[in-house]
């Protein structure tokens, strides 16, 4: 298919079946490829409707600098869609993310801003609104924890494709980050596919897996709606470490951590079930974490 710029192949992934994941044979496992997004992940997604909403309301025009405090892909997906309309982006991170990121934001031009590891996510979110509120007139903040554009980006886009393409899905799981992608598809879901049970995937206390972020003790933005959400379900950063190994050896599929989370989560699942569809988002693929323990011992 032809496309008339990058920005056209966002979206419509492939959904596929994993056969060799599940210890029960009896339910199926469909797994929503995000990592085919140009940017290699779900951020795209929410990155342009975010964008492209503020450009219609009039809060982003030429000349402004998109501003973001991310974990990394989130600042990808900026960055690839300022370089395309021509914005200059600036991205705040912990220092304690994967060069690989780091990389490929600035190989797309992004100016990075680097706070204190031992911070975590909050120290990036702390900055990157010092900065926005210090020049409002030079900085668009897309505030992804904040931004319910974030969660109508996934409400429309991501959940109407998986409801499109697989007729009955039993359960649904997704990691939680900034928890757009999750509460997207739980408020579509909600009203169109009401007797599906959503589970939200994270770390125990204690615990860091990139990408993801426990809201019992991490930073949560008021787009975070736990009542959404019918069970949370923790997973340790060994244990998804070793699905994403796994499901890279077994399935051909180069995953990152919070991934292999997911899986992990949807394999525990299943050993209780008698049969059922289980769908998994898998939100990017391995490379950005080559440099990673991820990947360490393989």
Do not use: C
Not at 11 to 28: A, Q, R, S, W
Not at 198 to 226: A, H, R, T
Request: net charge neutral; aromatic share 8%; hydrophobic share 40%.
């Amino acid at each position: 298919m032809k496309y008339s710029n990058l920005l056209q192949t966002i979206g419509n992934t492939p959904m596929i079946k994993l056969e060799k994941i599940l210890d029960n044979k009896n339910v199926n496992l469909f797994a929503k490829l995000e990592g085919q997004n140009p940017g290699g992940s779900i951020k795209d997604r929410a990155a342009l409707y975010m964008i492209e909403q503020a450009e219609k309301s009039g809060e982003l025009k030429k000349g402004k600098i998109i501003l973001e405090a991310t974990s990394g892909n989130m600042g990808i997906a900026l960055a690839m869609i300022g370089a395309q309309k021509g914005y200059e982006v600036q991205i705040v991170m912990s220092e304690g993310m994967s060069e690989e990121r780091k990389t490929m934001l600035k190989a797309l031009g992004a100016k990075l801003i680097l706070t204190d590891k031992s911070l975590g996510t909050g120290g990036a979110i702390n900055k990157a609104k010092e900065l926005a509120e210090s020049a409002p007139f030079l900085y668009w903040f897309s505030n992804q924890f904040n931004n319910q554009n974030n969660v109508l980006a996934h409400y429309h886009g991501v959940a109407g494709e998986i409801l499109n393409e697989v007729s009955q899905v039993d359960y649904l799981i997704a990691g939680i980050g900034t928890s757009g992608t999750i509460i997207g598809i739980a408020s579509r879901f909600k009203k169109d596919s009401p007797k599906t049970k959503i589970i939200g995937v994270f770390p125990p206390g204690g615990y860091k897996i990139q990408g993801l972020q426990n809201p019992e003790e991490d930073f949560k933005g008021d787009i975070y709606k736990s009542e959404l959400i019918d069970e949370q379900f923790q997973v340790s950063k060994e244990d998804a470490f070793e699905m994403a190994r796994k499901v890279a050896k077994k399935e051909g599929l180069f995953v990152g951590m919070s991934s292999g989370a997911a899986l992990f989560a949807a394999n525990e699942i299943s050993k209780s079930l008698e049969s059922a569809n289980i769908v998994v988002i898998i939100p990017d693929r391995g490379e950005k974490y080559l440099s990673t323990e991820l990947f360490a011992k393989i």
